[in-house]
């Protein structure tokens, strides 16, 4: 099936960990904080490349602060 133009792209939780280099349970994480948005598509999640890309430009500091808490 061809990709069609302009459509979004979707990753799974592996891809978004593997791109962020972290473990697929930060990735679950942050979804579940609402700090990345995901789609759920059965029993998995698939998250949106933009979201993803724009999460990495962004960096992490932000959620890394937020995930801190009191430490």
Do not use: D
């Not at 099936?1 to 593997?18: D, H, N, S």
């Not at 930060?26 to 724009?54: C, D, I, K, W």
């Amino acid at each position: 099936m061809a990709e069609q133009v302009g459509a979004p792209r979707f990753l799974t939780v592996a891809e978004v960990a593997e791109l962020m280099r972290v473990s697929k349970m930060t990735v679950y994480r942050m979804v579940h904080a609402g700090e990345l948005p995901a789609v759920r598509m059965g029993r998995s999640f698939r998250v949106p490349q933009a979201a993803v890309e724009n999460l990495i430009n962004e960096g992490l500091g932000e959620w890394g602060q937020a995930s801190a808490g009191g430490r």
